[in-house]
T-cell receptor, first 113, second 116 residues
Framework: AQSVTQLGSHVSVSEGALVLLRCNYSSSVPPYLFWYVQYPNQGLQLLLKYTSAATLVKGINGFEAEFKKSETSFHLTKPSAHMSDAAEYFCAVGPGGYNKLIFGAGTRLAVHP | KAGVTQTPRYLIKTRGQQVTLSCSPISGHRSVSWYQQTPGQGLQFLFEYFSETQRNKGNFPGRFSGRQFSNSRSEMNVSTLELGDSALYLC???????????????FGSGTQLSVL
């Protein structure tokens, strides 16, 4: 069965610092991998997706993620945090499509001045 | 283009009652998926509809059901509500059903259901 583990339920960074949110997956087949962001009182918004076309995936708002098969990881990074990046981030795996996703528990990112 | 619309935004019910939530997908989108979000269990897939047919189903009891209409609008119903059903219910739409590449999910803002 597929699963997703997000290391760290809360991450706090200073404005301008590197953001690193960790995600490891378990999948018996080549996965589709996603990062979503959820702002307070809103639904989820897709940041980026991996579909085997390239291991380094660039998304919106300056985020990117690198697929490492050997480490079964798909960590999300952003070189310089902005106050507006404060939100909850979810890593998800799709077993073969985009509609039935298995989500990680989420990481709440706090950005302080 | 309007986004995914979920109604109502908030709902308060008591144990034993039933509830119906509504989701209007983005115009042209034929797939609608439902997810339950709780602090304890996180985001869990409920079911997915495509062209009025349920294509995928998560591990939820039969009290949770759904349907999709010919205009792609979807409803989900929860009967005999339990306290544990309190959650944010999210609807997501996409152009195609699961298994099709190059499509992504667009989420609504959700319906916050509180069961007292």
């Amino acid at each position: 069965a597929q699963s997703v583990t997000q290391l760290g339920s809360h991450v706090s960074v200073s404005e301008g610092a590197l953001v690193l949110l960790r995600c490891n997956y378990s999948s018996s087949v080549p996965p589709y991998l996603f990062w979503y962001v959820q702002y307070p009182n809103q639904g989820l918004q897709l940041l980026l997706k991996y579909t085997s076309a390239a291991t380094l995936v660039k998304g919106i708002n300056g985020f990117e993620a690198e697929f490492k098969k050997s480490e079964t990881s798909f960590h999300l990074t952003k070189p310089s945090a902005h106050m507006s990046d404060a939100a909850e981030y979810f890593c998800a795996v799709g077993p073969g499509g985009y509609n039935k996703l298995i989500f990680g528990a989420g990481t709440r990112l706090a950005v302080h001045p | 283009k309007a986004g995914v619309t979920q109604t109502p935004r908030y709902l308060i019910k008591t144990r034993g009652q039933q509830v119906t939530l509504s989701c209007s997908p983005i115009s042209g989108h034929r797939s609608v998926s439902w997810y339950q979000q709780t602090p304890g269990q996180g985001l869990q897939f409920l079911f997915e509809y495509f062209s009025e047919t349920q294509r995928n189903k998560g591990n939820f009891p039969g009290r949770f059901s759904g349907r999709q209409f010919s205009n792609s609008r979807s409803e989900m119903n929860v009967s005999t509500l339990e306290l544990g059903d309190s959650a944010l219910y999210l609807c997501a739409s996409s152009l195609a059903a699961s298994g099709t590449a190059n499509e992504k999910l667009f989420f609504g803002s959700g319906t916050q259901l509180s069961v007292l």
